[in-house]
């Protein structure tokens, strides 16, 4: 009897064992997110920073964040470099108090980051809150081969020559409105806690909106969800001049989308908003035929397609945004026949049933007397980008019950 006891037990014991090998690992109760975040690009000539800045030059960058955290980390981006940048010394710090913090390496305060690659920084422990700013101080002795950047940030940019990434004050700096080398800034959540990322065009990146003011839509959008209680980091992707089809001063949409949203830490949903550029860019630059625009119309719905089927394959939920007016636009000149596909596209945007949600920012922007055109109060002046104003529309048009729900398979 105990030795038939002893073989069942032994045999239970086996069985459990096994299935302790191979039972899935539990889920970490926190993991990374993106807080902040922008598209990289390489800078146009007029946008380069020059040579002398980099040389011995220390770079301050201020990033409003989205997400608190205890723990944080930044990305350093040498995405478009044909050569390792070396990133000499760095130090991070809460933007106007306090002392800088260095930011170091698997332990190291230099790094050289390949070509084409983008490293993180060791995890910072400090206390961030929702909202906070955070000045990333970065030294170089030599420049880039060449330069990684995101010309639109609509935020103050310190130069100064030294290495200052230790000094809090930056008295003597020269200034510029551009972000160079970062990618993201990632806090450490609970898993619940996911990130949205808005990918387009200078709407989303905030076109016409004042330096550190922090009004580009997706902003206005993060203030809107913290004061729903709604914990979602929000990444602002976009590129002006962004095309979802072709270059333009940024890789086309489509291209970048593994990058500025799928390779992004956690981030469980999207919002695309592209097309402005595509229809107006045809119209002003080829003959613009007719069976031309019924292509584009077709291309610009398979991209769509494409898009949802890669983000839901990652577990993301995405949001399609209606093309906004541009009728009196003196850059793209629309004719009555652009005006037509931009309808004939957005029907579809609504309809198709491609999307996991739709935000009508056509419908929130329009003027409902003349609807081809933005509405005089929401319009920035140039008849293609919003004012504040219709940012703010914006912001305010994204449903939120579309944030709330999760989609897809898992990451």
Known sequence: MRSSQHALRSSLGAVLAAFMMHAPAAEPASHWVASWGAAQQIPEPANELAAEYWRD?????????????????????????TAPLMLDAASVMVASAGAPRALTFDGRSSVMIPAGAEYYSDAV??????????????????????QTGHPGARATTFLAKGNRVNDAAWDDAAKVTRWYALSDVEVLAPRKVGALVAIGD??????????DTNTRWPDVLAARLRDNGLALGVVNAGIGGGRMLRDGLGPN???????????????????????????GGQHRNTPDTQADRQQLLADLKLAHRQLAERARAHGICLIGA???????????????????????LNQWIRTSGVFDAVADFDAALRDPARPDRIKPVYDSG??????????????????????????????
């Open 202 to 211: 200078s709407i989303t990146d905030g076109y016409g909106v004042p330096a």
């Open 382 to 411: 140039d008849h293609l980008h919003p004012s504040l104003a219709g940012y703010r529309a914006l912001a305010e048009t994204v449903p939120l019950a579309a944030l709330r729900k999760q989609c897809g398979a898992a990451k």
């Open 322 to 344: 209606t093309v906004t007016p541009y009728v009196g636009s003196d850059y793209y000149h629309p004719e009555p026949e652009n005006e037509a596909d931009r309808q004939q």
């Open 253 to 279: 949409l489509v291209a970048r989308f593994e990058r500025d949203v799928l390779s992004r830490a956690g981030v469980t949903h999207a919002l695309v908003l592209a097309g402005v550029n595509d229809l």
């Open 125 to 146: 422990n400090m206390t961030l809150k929702p909202a906070a700013d955070v000045a990333v101080s970065l030294y170089f002795k030599e420049a880039p081969a060449r």
């Open 57 to 81: 030059g220390s770079i301050r960058q201020v990033l409003h964040l989205t997400l608190g955290g205890k723990q944080f980390r930044v990305r350093i981006s040498n995405a478009y470099g």
